[in-house]
């Protein structure tokens, strides 16, 4: 019977929760309202969680208060997708709460979640019911209704509460009664919480990272300069591993705490390892441990730096940070003036640490982002809060917004004056797509069918159909009217660029007074994003 929390415990407390949610992240993303093959909550809400379990796990603590705040600290910096950053408040306001603990009673949890509920409430600014938030709130309500002798008493009530609450979400959710789901933030958080149950049974977790990991990567008009460059060498190798079921686990462990952007993949016998440090004598050490190493390649980072920019150089006045999926998308962001483009949009989220890297590195006075998607607003909002300089997020939510946005950038004008601008601008766009679907479901009295193509006018789905080029043409026509002027069409990298282009002529034929433009986006996920003006 565990009466108190020490460090100890609830370090593995936290590397079970992040294997219990990783290992199921998959199915936490099959939880998505719209049957596109875009859901990504589950996969957002672990990377945040694991990039916390990552540092903790390389940690001894003395106290509990000690590890409750690095997995804010960690959270916060962590966070993808509007899941998780809720979680990272929940998280914010229970480490708040358990400050200065070196043990962690009954009653002090108790207390630790009904302020993470409430932080993680006052973090949004219209909270929904039926989500995350009703789940969190709900089993710290069902903590604080009861008293408990023990921890394992205390968790299986908060997570009994948490499934009830879960299966209530379709009941305040019409879209999660329609597409037959629960809510996939609340369950991400149960497993969560579910990982912390199986923790109490004294069995001692090692994290289980996956095998390949989800970053997102930037591109800058300039270089970084040398002095923001902690670890020197840039170190890149594949490993032949002596027997294909070793694991490469205890490698990874042991050069993570040395270096930064690490990237291990694995297929089959083959590990390829990125990783930028200081010491990378002692990662080849740790991988000739593995299996053999090839194509072996070390780059000192600031000897090449020098060579491309002045230490010196001067800050420009405002940069403006896009993000963007697709070599055309990104090409258009850069041709309008965009300083950094952030690579990532659906399915691959970018983090706060990510947005907050960008800021860094445009060596600016001042910054303005560009999220261009609904999920990216609030890590895109956090980053800003932890901004060393002034910056403004324009709520962006489809690439033409974003696009749009940048064409009304004002190159002389202060940060208020184009965050204005940009703002204001967004009302003279209209956004549209063309995706599929990945399951059978029901939106709003529409029947959807596995395969079927569903076209949506910011972001809801507006109409189905069985051919490519029809449901596009009519998607166009719901986005027309009278006063339209420029119907602009990017195609996706897994549409077929010949047809694409072909539908010029059929456009400029049925919109005469229109100016047409079919340009190569390169997107995934969407054959075709529509921006209508």
Known sequence: MTELINAALLKNMIISAANTLNENKGYVDSLNVFPVPDGDTGTNMALTFMSAAREVAQQDFETASDVAKLVAKATLRGARG????????????????????????????????????????????????????????????????????????????????????????????????????????????????????????????????????????????????????????????????????????????????????????????????????????????????????????IENMKHKHNSLISPAAPKRPLAIISVAAGDGIEEVMKELGAAYIISGGQTMNPGTEDILAAIEKTNAESAIILPNNKNIILAAEQARDLAEIPVKVIPTKTIPQGITAMMNFLPEGTLDDNAAAMTEALDTIKSGSITHAVRDSSFEDMEIHEGDYLGMIENKISLIGQNLETTLLNLIASMTDSSSEIITVYYGSDADAAAAEALSQTLEEAYPDCDICIRSGGQPVYYYIVSVE
């Open 82 to 297: 509007n899941s998780g950053v809720i979680l990272s408040q929940i998280f914010r306001g229970i480490s708040k709460s358990l400050s200065g603990k070196s043990d962690v009673s009954v009653a002090d949890f108790t207390e630790a979640l009904q302020r993470g509920s409430d932080t993680a409430y006052r973090a949004v600014m219209k909270p929904t019911e039926g989500t995350i938030l009703t789940v969190v709130r709900l089993m710290a309500k069902g903590a604080s209704d009861a008293e408990f002798e023990s921890f394992e008493a205390f968790f299986a009530e908060v997570n009994a509460q948490g499934k009830d609450a879960l299966d209530k979400t379709p009941d305040l959710l019409p879209q999660l009664k329609q597409a037959g789901v629960v809510d996939a933030g609340g369950r991400g958080l149960l497993f969560i919480f579910e990982g912390f149950e199986k923790a109490l049974n004294g069995e001692t977790f090692s994290l289980s990272e996956p095998s390949g990991t989800v970053n997102s990567q930037a591109t800058l008009d300039q270089a970084s300069s040398p002095e923001e460059i902690t670890f020197t060498y840039c170190t890149e190798f594949i490993i032949e591993k002596y027997n294909e079921t070793m694991s490469s686990d205890n490698m990874r462990m042991k050069i993570s705490p040395i270096g930064d952007a690490m990237e291990i993949t694995e297929e089959g016998s083959l590990v390829k390892v990125h990783i930028h440090t200081n010491n990378p004598g002692y990662v080849l050490q740790q991988a000739v441990k593995l299996g053999e190493l090839t194509d072996i390649k």
